[in-house]
């Protein structure tokens, strides 16, 4: 695969190695990859953190265009984007769960 270059600013460099370092933020990324929407109380249950951890990572994941946040019909919901950040953050979880096993 040829190598892509993203234009990140110090900020959303940051943002995105915080989300790396986290392995509650991995396992929030992974259970919105396998289900659509979920509000914060399911995926903070199926991810195995308390809500408050959940909302700071999904907020930060917000914030580099990688979680869209849905507000319908009095439900708050969040789902993965498509997009360029989302395909990167899957790529290095992948490359590091390789390195583990």
């Known amino acids: ?3 892509s270059t993203f234009n990140l600013t110090p ?3 940051v943002l995105f190695h915080d989300c790396l370092c986290s392995k509650v933020c991995i396992r929030i990324f992974q259970v919105l990859l ?3 929407n979920l509000n914060v109380s399911s995926i903070s249950r199926k991810a195995g953190c308390n ?3 959940c909302i700071e990572h999904l907020k930060k994941m ?3 265009g990688i979680v869209q946040e849905e507000f319908y019909a ?3 919901s969040f789902a993965l984007k498509k997009g360029s950040f989302t395909d990167l953050m899957q790529q290095a979880i992948n490359l590091m769960e ?3 096993g």
Do not use: Q
């Open 51 to 53: 809500n408050d951890r």
């Open 1 to 3: 695969m040829p190598p």
């Open 11 to 13: 900020e959303e460099l």
């Open 98 to 100: 390789k390195d583990e």
């Open 62 to 64: 917000v914030s580099l």
């Open 74 to 76: 009095g439900r708050h």
């Open 34 to 36: 396998a289900n659509k």
